[in-house]
Every structure is written in C-alpha cells, then in structure tokens.
C-alpha cells in the first residue's frame, strides 16, 4: 500500500499537566483521593466503537479498585487516621495517583476526538492501555499490605485485580484491526483516483459510529481540531486527507443535508459578533481574507489594496506616504491569527488564495481527488432531470458548504461546470433554494479563475443582478451584493457591472430598505463601485448621498467610507445638496469608531478644498470644531492625525481672511488622500 499506518503519528493527547504531576496531599487525604479517581473513573462508559475492549477492561479493574479503596477506608476494626504513613506508602500511592489520572484523561481524550483518527492511531493506543495496566499491577504488587492490615477478603480483591492485569494483553482487536487496514485502502485507491466501493464503505462508516450526515459533520469537526493540534505538517496533511475522505462518504451514502441540519455547525457573521479592529481592512471595514502588507509596512486585505493599486494610486491609503513599490507580502502571522479566531467563533475562514491550501497547508493528492469525487458526484446529481425541490435545495446547499472550505474545493467546483446548473435555481420560487444558489456562487468567486467563469456564464450575471432586485429574501439580496462586491475586485468587470443600471439601482435600494447586515453588504459593494469616477456619477443620480446620509448612524464606517469616495470622484455638489452633512460629520469625528473618525476628517478637508469660504464658514459655524479637531490631533489614526492638522490649517487661513488657500487651487493639499 502507498499508505501505510507508520504515516498517521501517535495522537496527541491534551491532559492538564497536573495529571503527571504527584499531588502534594497527606497520606489519608492522598488515599481519598485515590478512591474518589477511582470512582470517577468506574463512572465512565466505554469508547462505543474503538477500542471497545480495551476501555471496558481497565474501567472494569478500575471499579474493582474503588471497592478495594471501600475497604481499605471503612474497615470497621481498625481507623483510617490511625495509619502511619512510611515514605515507601505515601510514594507508592503518589504513582497510583498519577496512573489513575492518565487513565482518565486517555479514555476522555478517546471519547471526544475524532473516530477515523483514533483508528488510525489504535495500535499506539492499544499499547498505551496495555502500559496503564501494567503500571496499575506493579503499584499493587509492592502495594505495602502489611502496613495496611488488610483482611483476607480484602487481599483476595488486590489479588483478583493483579491477576487480571496480568491476563490483559490489551492488543488490538481484530475488527479494529480490519477496519483501520480497509480505511488505509480506501486511502490508497482514492489517491490513485479509483472510487471507493461504497458498500465496504458504509460497512467501515457503520462499524465506527458515523451513521448519518450529523454524525459525519462532528466528525469533520473534530478531524480539523486534529488538524490545528498536530506539530508536524505531514500530520496535518494526512488530517486533511481523512476529512475528505468523510465528506466524500457523507454524500454518497447519506445523501447532501439540508441548510437546515447543519445551521449549527458554522455560525455566519451576525451584528453582534464584534471583529477585532485589527482583523479588519482599513479599506473595506470587512474582515480579511488575504491579509498583505505594502511597502510602508501597513497591512490590507489583498483584494482591496490591489483596486486601490490598479485604480491609478501610488500611495498607501491609511498614511498617505508614496508607495516605493506595489509588490504584497503575504502577513501570514495575521492570517493565522484570524483563522484561529474564526475557529473559536465557529466562523467559516474562505481565504481569497487559489494555492490549494488548508488553513496555511498543503492538501495532499488524497484529499484533493476525494474533493474531485465529491464535487462530482454532486455536479452529475444535480445535472440530471429536474429534481424535486428538497432534492435539489440539498445538492446545492453542499456545493455551498463545499464551496466555502478552501481554494481547492472552489476549482473543483468551478472546474465540474457546476455554475450553469446553479443559474437554474437562481429564480426559483422556493427561498431556501435561491439563498443556497445565490451563496454558492458567492462562494465560488472567491477564487478569481471562477470570476471569470461567472461573468462569462450564459445567464450567471443576470440571475445574480435579478437576486439583488428582487430576491425572496434579505438574506438572498445581501449575498448578491456580496457576489457584485467579489466581482468587482477584477478592475474590468467593476466598470462593466458600474456601467448596469439595475446593479446601482439595486445596491441602492438595499442599503436604503435592507436590514442592518444587508445594508452593509450593498454598502462595501457601492464603495468598491465609488473607485471608478464614471460610475460615481451614476451612483449620485441615484442617490447615493442621500443614502449615505440616512444610514451614517446606523453604519457609520461604511457610510463615511462611502462619503469619502463619493468626494473624491466630483460628488461635491450632491453633498451640499443633501444639507446637515457637514455637522453629522463632525458628530462623527467627537464620537464615531477610529476608522469613521479618519474618514470624516478626510471627507471635511476635501469639501473645504472643493467648496471654497462658504464650506469652510459653515464648518466654522460649529462651536466644538476646534477642541474636536484638537483631539483628533492626539488621538487618531496617523492619517487621520495628519487629515486634522490640514483641517486646523484650513480654518485658521480662513479666519485670516486668506481663503484663497481654501479654494479650488489645492493641488498641494490633494497631495496625499
């Protein structure tokens, strides 16, 4: 076989470090404890599947050892407090103590983990067993009886206890044996790309526990918790392998679940889940996916800083210094730290790479032909005739789970011509169904060759843009803003999409009538939109700046984001339009979030650079302007920082009576954004 067992290393147990440690009890509160170890570990049930005989044996002398701790205890013709404690007793009971919380924590850690691992691992585990036990009878056979003037009943008990431990082999049980060789087969075929029989499939699956798709799911869960625990990267990889190999089997043999069964496994990103600030780009607010650094040492998420590159800028936006260079390295510390937090929060972490990587490794071929193997046999289920509507909500609904996993699973998905199959559902009348489509397609553009395969699909951009009009539900039109959003990081599809009436109608009336994380989403789309100066122009016609306004409490970052780039690109009119703008503004820099608070300044110095005296005298007006600006100076951002030294500067001419430094001739001031 291509794989062997001495691939899979021994599984990495997680005890408090407390359980190899002798505790610093007396010698009567050592042999309570003792006794109350030894019936907590009698209160364990036996691993279900694995390992079954192994765990059942030592939970087994382990009952029979509280009975004897019973006696030792509650003898009735002699007194616990009485006993006396010689140095060779209390050492020998400190070991058992120590051997008794490594058997705990060892049938604990059994329990929790994952199912396909620890049959991987069964023979180191079985050995591990087997050394427990012989631990326990060396303990009990220099065990000082004397000292502890045990009955005779008594003594037969430690004898009966010895006498088991030396007639447990503790090896591998044959089925275990069988099962962990069919897996590692299965393992084999996969990597040369045969399909694996399904039915010696489902045999393995029934023999471990794994019996539904739920069940599939938890074991995915806990085959990425090994992933994340293992040190070594080939550990890692062969992790990897066996997740795909689970999921593959989820499908074919229980069948895609439903949005429903499997909401809990991975929470979405809700209002109430606060991203760390520094998680967030400072240019699109959204969480990053692909964090890189510029030349000035500041990070971004990638797909962001390179619109702001391609989009005609030599500077980097959040300190307005010339960029040397525009080549990204990668911020791979941060990226692991986003991903981490992501796991703990439960959140799905897409990256934005195309490297067939797993949260910073390398999938093998295993895992990435059985990623080929599920995607296909969904694509060629849901090819076929027009399935029921449940049928089909469920295939598509895992091409969605599917699609948010990693860069490989995007192309395969992409490569399997799953996007014409998913426009059908795009106007289907069942909600779910949309969402799931929607979404999947969402997910797929993550992965820039899939951009393309979108936007070149017969019907795939309309369907999209018709979601967003009109789709069943808020979820619906959110995720097809999102989808406008992640196509607009190609700088040629952002001016073809900026050029559709119906995508700036669309995004508009969201971020007007949507709820709160709908609008967000219309929001980062509109804002990616704002870089082209043509497409400015037709989001002022319809509107933007009044939006912006009426949503700047609700979201403040995104709308003066939204503001800032609407200046920019000749939105000056429409801003003085709208009317109240410029106090909002300054509200927002006395109490608005870091981000906010840089870009109101931002946006103040352009409408006082723009609009001449009458601009300035308005802000002017404002009693507080000068001691909010001032605390800008010393507690923002360094651009923002910067942007309150030129608004000061501005006033301060103006009060001067110099306004010819305030007018349209601000070249030298425009030098930085």
């Given at each position: 076989m291509a794989v062997s067992s001495a691939t899979f290393p021994p599984r990495k147990l997680r005890p408090a470090a407390s359980c190899f440690i002798s505790p610093q009890l007396s010698g009567l509160s050592l042999l309570h404890s003792i006794h109350?170890?030894?019936?907590?570990?009698?209160?364990?049930?036996?691993?279900?599947?694995?390992?079954?005989?192994?765990?059942?044996?030592?939970?087994?002398?382990?009952?029979?050892?509280?009975?004897?701790f019973d006696d030792i205890l509650l003898l009735p013709n002699r007194r616990p407090q009485s006993l006396s404690f010689s140095p060779s007793f209390h050492l020998c009971f400190e070991e058992m103590f120590v051997v008794l919380q490594r058997i705990k924590t060892l049938i604990e850690d059994c329990s929790i983990g994952s199912k396909m691992w620890l049959l991987m691992q069964i023979e180191s585990i079985s050995s591990t067993f087997r050394e427990l036990t012989l631990d326990l009878w060396t303990l009990l056979e220099i065990l000082p009886t004397k000292d502890l003037k045990l009955s005779e009943d008594v003594e037969e008990l430690k004898n009966l206890i010895i006498k088991q431990c030396v007639g447990d082999n503790a090896s591998v049980d044959g089925v275990d044996n069988e099962a962990r060789i069919e897996v590692l087969n299965m393992l084999d075929s996969i990597k040369g790309e045969i399909v694996?029989?399904?039915?010696?499939?489902?045999?393995?699956?029934?023999?471990?526990?794994?019996?539904?798709?739920?069940?599939?799911?938890?074991?995915?869960?806990?085959?990425?918790?090994?992933?994340?625990?293992?040190?070594?990267e080939k550990s890692k990889s062969e992790a990897i392998a066996l997740i795909g190999l689970v999921r593959y089997a989820k499908c074919v043999l229980f069948g895609a679940s439903s949005s429903f069964e499997s909401d809990d496994w991975h929470r979405e990103i809700t209002p109430d889940l606060v991203i760390p600030e520094d998680f967030r780009c400072p240019i699109s607010l959204d969480m990053m996916r692909d964090p890189v650094v510029v030349a000035t040492g500041q990070t971004y998420d990638r797909c962001s800083i390179t619109l702001w590159i391609e989009s005609g800028r030599n500077t980097c936006p959040k300190t307005g210094q010339p960029l040397a260079r525009t080549d990204l390295i990668p911020n791979r510390a941060l990226k692991n730290l986003i991903g981490m937090w992501c796991r703990e929060q439960r959140i799905p972490y897409a990256t934005a790479e195309a490297d067939g990587r797993f949260n910073g490794l390398t999938a093998n071929k295993t895992a990435l032909e059985a990623t080929k193997m599920t995607v296909w046999f969904l694509v060629d289920k849901l090819s076929g005739s027009l399935w029921p509507t449940e049928t089909a909500n469920r295939v598509v609904h895992e091409l969605r789970v599917l699609a948010k996993m990693d860069s490989d699973s995007r192309s395969c998905i992409g490569e399997a011509g799953a996007i014409p199959l998913l426009v059908r559902y795009l106007g289907s009348e069942n909600s779910n169904l949309q969402v799931n489509a929607v979404t999947t397609i969402l997910n797929l553009s993550i992965l820039d060759t899939n951009k393309t395969k979108i936007m070149e699909t017969d019907g795939a951009l309309s369907g999209v843009i018709e979601v967003l009009r009109s789709g069943a539900t808020w979820e619906a039109k959110a995720n097809a803003a999102a989808t406008i959003f992640s196509l607009s990081g190609v700088h040629s599809y952002r001016r073809k999409l900026g050029k559709k009436t119906?995508?700036?109608?669309?995004?508009?009336?969201?971020?007007?009538?949507?709820?709160?994380?709908?609008?967000?989403?219309a929001l980062l789309a509109i804002l990616t939109l704002a870089g082209d100066r043509d497409c400015v122009g037709r989001l002022i016609e319809g509107g933007v700046v009044e939006i912006v306004k009426e949503v700047m409490d609700e979201l403040p970052e995104e709308a003066v984001t939204v503001l800032e780039a609407v200046m920019k690109r000749g939105?000056?009119?429409?801003?003085?339009?709208?009317?109240?703008?410029?106090?909002?503004?300054v509200e927002m820099l006395r109490s608005g979030a870091s981000r906010a608070r840089e870009s109101?300044?931002?946006?103040?110095?352009?409408?006082?650079?723009?609009?001449?005296?009458?601009?300035?005298?308005?802000l002017a007006k404002i009693s507080t302007i000068e001691v909010t600006i001032w605390d800008l100076m010393g507690t923002g951002t360094a651009r923002a920082k910067r942007k309150a030294v030129s608004l000061m500067r501005i006033l301060q001419r103006w009060a001067a009576g110099s306004e010819g430094d305030v007018l349209e001739g601000y070249s030298i001031a425009m030098e930085m954004p």
């Open positions: 109350s170890l030894s019936l907590q570990i009698s209160s364990l049930r036996p691993l279900p599947f694995i390992l079954k005989r192994n765990s059942s044996s030592l939970i087994h002398k382990c009952k029979l050892l509280s009975l004897l694996p029989d399904h039915a010696r499939l489902g045999k393995v699956f029934a023999q471990l526990g794994l019996s539904d798709s739920a069940s599939c799911r938890e074991e995915i869960e806990c085959l990425e918790d090994e992933v994340q625990s293992q040190s070594d119906r995508v700036i109608r669309g995004l508009l009336d969201l971020a007007r009538e949507g709820p709160t994380t709908s609008k967000r989403d939105g000056l009119v429409a801003v003085a339009a709208a009317g109240q703008m410029i106090p909002k503004l109101a300044v931002a946006t103040l110095v352009i409408m006082c650079r723009k609009g001449g005296a009458e601009m300035v005298a308005e």
